[in-house]
């Protein structure tokens, strides 16, 4: 690279796209030209976009193109997580490293630094996760180049040592991410502060670089009107009011009289949500085939050993009315939950016991399968269905994601109560600093004047599947 004659050094000094294009070898789409322009003539550059519209590739190819361009430069970069910074950010640079000519034996890439051949102390990019306010403090230089990865979710201390080494005169900052967050650094970027910073909006439908697969299943699933696609397709901050997670309109569909019938039951499902403590409900909710949701029992007290005996009836129940179909009990063990799970598990094979001596002079009769499953809400998350393109922040998401999608596509019926209506409809969600989708807190719901919602929470405990490593299962 440094064999490169001054003059044409002296170019791509202010020419990024052609540098991308002469000498990574890649074609910049009009957008990323957009930005890369602005990262040249600008001091402070702000990019918000919806979803895969290609925004690590000009940040990696703004990292190489500043290192080779200007003498001594430093570049710290962050992002809100590891994975984002690490794992996407910096592979995506080192992709483009990789098997070129001109770069791969002038530019080192490790897995924290990359830096110019023999100046590893004075000439690179280093990668520091937005954990610490003193993260990026220290950098100083005539060329220092500030790249925040996904700034919505960057904590506002974090800009504060940025703020004050961009005083120096060839220092340049910018943040690009998904606009998650209507607060914060880079929210008024947007907003209040607007004027100081060349700012960039990306709409997904824009951009030839988007799946237009994954824009019409986030129209399907979310609608055009919620904020799951405002961020992840549109590139647009979220309304001031959070979404209800599922639709007021979706439950009453499902709660109709009709139908309230299923012709041969192939599996059951049980959901035990245990209360904790005052006004709370403990309640057993039993879903046939996934498809048909039973009268749930509501119950007002906290006595675990008195839930117990009934949960056991309502498995004996199901069991004499459904011979031989396999029975899954799903509990939450968080708080009073796991002394429910504990003695189910205890009684698990008298309950099987007396079942089978019911049926004993029945030969074509079959002992149930009978699960007792311990389940946590706050676990982990993840996606219910490899179709999904949002991600929920932790477990909650996915019980609830998993009643949310049986709804939309009409698959469940619901047992005609408006007090379960309301519990599933007034549940808020919003989409975090990492575009996952988190569901209010029960907090938070009471304090807005809402029951917690027990009858919500049983049915998404029997709807759902664990699957994930911090629930164990008992056979």
Not at 156 to 177: H, Q, Y
Not at 376 to 401: A, C, K, V
Request: aromatic share 10%; charged share 25%; proline share 5%.
């Amino acid at each position: 690279m440094m064999s490169k004659t001054n003059r044409g050094i002296d170019y791509y000094y202010n020419h990024p796209v052609e540098f991308v294009e002469d000498i990574i070898g890649a074609v910049p789409d009009a957008k990323q030209r957009e930005i890369l322009n602005s990262i040249a003539r600008n001091k402070l550059t702000s990019v918000r976009s919806g979803h895969g519209i290609g925004k690590s590739a000009v940040l990696s190819w703004a990292i190489i193109w500043y290192i080779c361009t200007r003498p001594f430069p430093k570049i710290p970069c962050t992002a809100p997580t590891q994975h984002q910074l690490h794992d996407i950010l910096w592979a995506e640079v080192a992709k483009w490293i990789r098997n070129n000519p001109v770069l791969e034996h002038s530019i080192i890439w490790t897995k924290e630094k990359i830096y110019l051949s023999g100046y590893p102390e004075g000439w690179f990019a280093v990668a520091r996760t937005a954990s610490q306010p003193d993260a990026l403090q220290g950098f100083h230089a005539d060329h220092v180049l500030y790249i925040i990865d996904e700034a919505s979710g960057v904590k506002d201390e974090i800009f504060e040592p940025i703020l004050g080494a961009l005083s120096t005169k060839g220092a340049r900052l910018v943040m690009m991410g998904n606009p998650t967050k209507i607060h914060g650094f880079f929210y008024d970027s947007h907003h209040k502060n607007r004027e100081r910073f060349k700012a960039i909006h990306i709409d997904g439908r824009d951009s030839g670089r988007v799946d237009r697969e994954f824009i019409q299943t986030i129209i399907e699933m979310y609608g055009e009107d919620s904020d799951v696609f405002r961020v992840r397709v549109a590139g647009e901050f979220p309304r001031a009011l959070p979404d209800s997670f599922i639709p007021v309109e979706w439950c009453e569909r499902a709660s109709t009289a009709d139908c309230q019938s299923v012709d041969t039951v192939s599996r059951i499902d049980i959901g035990i949500d245990v209360a904790r403590y005052g006004n709370d409900s403990s309640v057993i909710s039993a879903v046939l085939n996934r498809e048909l949701q039973l009268r749930p029992e509501v119950y007002h007290h906290n006595n675990t050993m008195e839930l117990t005996g009934n949960a056991v009836l309502t498995i004996k129940r199901l069991a004499m009315e459904y011979p031989s179909v396999p029975i899954s009990v799903k509990i939450d063990c968080d708080g009073l939950g796991v002394g429910v799970y504990d003695r189910l598990v205890e009684l698990k094979g008298e309950i099987i016991t007396e079942i089978s001596q019911a049926f004993e002079a029945d030969g074509f009769f079959r002992p149930p399968n009978l699960e007792i499953v311990e389940c946590h809400f706050g676990g982990e998350g993840g996606t219910i269905n490899e179709r999904d393109p949002i991600s929920y922040q932790n477990s909650t998401g996915l019980m609830w994601g998993a009643v949310r999608e049986a709804l939309r596509t009409e698959q469940l019926k619901l047992w005609p109560d408006d007090k379960q209506i309301s519990q599933l409809s007034n549940r808020k969600y919003f989409v975090n600093s990492s575009g996952k989708i988190e569901l209010e807190k029960k907090e938070a719901m009471k304090k807005r004047g809402l029951s917690s919602p027990d009858m919500g929470d049983a049915l998404a405990l029997a709807l759902y599947n664990p699957v994930v490593s911090d629930w164990s299962l008992t056979y």
